[in-house]
Structures are given as C-alpha cells and as structure tokens.
C-alpha cells in the first residue's frame, strides 16, 4: 500500500469521450502531481499542485485539465484525445513542493488507451 | 540543460551483483533518486543520495555518486528474481520548484 491510489486502473476511451482521472493521498501531504509514461520515454512531468495552487504546468495541451480541490485529492479531466495520449498516466505526492528531500510517493498509475 | 541517461537493458543470473548506472548533466543537482518499478505498479522510491556524498548503502543496495563525472551508480548485491523491473534514476534541480528529472529506465531481468 503507497499510500496514494488512483481510479480507474485501466480506461479505454474514444477521441470524442470526456473522462477523467483521479488520485488520493492519504499520507497528509501537500504536493500532488501528475506524470505521463509513455513507452521508451522518460517520465514526463505534467501538472504540480502545491497547497491547492497550480505551480507547474509544463506546457501540457489543453486537452488535459487538471483539478485539485484539496491536498488529498487531484484530478486530470481528458476530452477529445489523442491516439498518442495512449500512455499511463502516474500521480505522485510528496510533503510539499520544496520538501528537502523531495520524496515523491508514487500511485499505481492509470493506464489509457485512446481508439 | 538537463538530462538524465540510463542503458536501456541489463541482465543477470540470480545471485549475481547488479548495477546500473546513470549519467546526469545538470551541476545542480540537490539529490539523486533511484525509483523501482514493477510491471503494473507505479514508482517506488528504493534510495536517495544528497550531492554533497559520496556513496550511501543500505542493506543490498549501495550508491555510488562520482559528482565529477556527473556519473550516479546502483548496485544490487545478491540480485533475485524479485529485483526484476524497471530502475529510474533521478535527479531534483534546485530552480523555483525542485522539480524532478527522470532518466527513461534501466529494465533489470534477473535470470534463475
């Protein structure tokens, strides 16, 4: 148990569908980010949230937009993908933004195909 | 600019030490991470070393940082089958965020 879990574990969507993600932290931190795996690829950061306020978005469409309503829960809402959105998409907290040692806790992913 | 580099592949017999290594460009690094991944599961967080060390052990595990060369090792000693996955390297750059700097993974299979 990570301590950070996300639903659905696996999502099939078409281009036109209107989905969304979302990841729980039940370790009291107060970063949260989302990450895209792609295959052969490097970890891509895409959001940051820290204490509820977006700090980071590295130039993600606008196809995907996050939510954060409080620290303990952050959400990707998906419409209109791509085929090259097929990816799994990695939420990660740590204790804040600037945390010292910058331990991020990993969830289990959602993996997303687009058809 | 910043990159992280890893070998794609490495394989091993059961029993036998693994290591895996890494190269970094930024100068910056605060901390250097490696992160395990098993097939369905996210990241997890094995060991981390600050910049100013040299080397860190914890049980099977050792790190070896040579700041010089910008060069970050793991090794595993007495590499099982269940240390089969994929091995991230990382780095945090000190900017306005401490964001995290990802190599694309080192798949480790470890053969009986």
């Known amino acids: 148990e990570t301590g950070v879990t996300q639903t659905p574990r696996h999502l099939v969507m078409g281009m036109t569908n209107k989905k969304s993600l979302k990841c729980e932290q039940h370790?009291?931190?107060?970063?949260m980010y989302w990450y895209k795996q792609s295959a052969k690829k490097p970890l891509e950061l895409m959001f940051v949230y820290n204490f509820k306020e977006q700090t980071e978005n590295n130039s993600v469409p606008s196809r995907f937009s996050p939510e954060c309503p409080n620290s303990s829960h952050l959400f990707l809402h998906l419409h209109t993908l791509q085929p090259e959105d097929s990816a799994l998409y990695l939420c990660a907290s740590s204790q804040d933004e600037r945390a010292r040692s910058y331990e991020q806790y990993f969830g289990p992913g959602t993996r997303l195909t687009v058809t | 600019g910043e990159d992280v580099e890893q070998s794609l592949f490495l394989s091993v017999r059961e029993g036998d030490s693994s290591v895996i290594n890494c190269t970094y460009t930024?100068?910056?690094?605060?901390?250097l991470y490696w992160y395990k991944q098993e097939p369905g599961a996210g990241l997890q967080l094995l060991t981390y070393?600050?910049?100013?060390?040299d080397m860190k052990q914890d049980q099977r595990l050792t790190v070896l940082l040579n700041k010089k060369d910008k060069h970050l090792s793991l090794r595993i000693a007495d590499t099982q089958t269940g240390d089969s996955a994929i091995y991230f390297c990382a780095e945090s750059i000190m900017d306005s965020s401490y964001k995290l700097i990802f190599g694309s993974g080192t798949r480790l299979l470890v053969r009986p």
């Open positions: 070393i600050f910049s100013n060390m």
């Open positions: 370790l009291g931190h107060n970063a």
């Open positions: 930024d100068s910056s690094s605060t901390y």
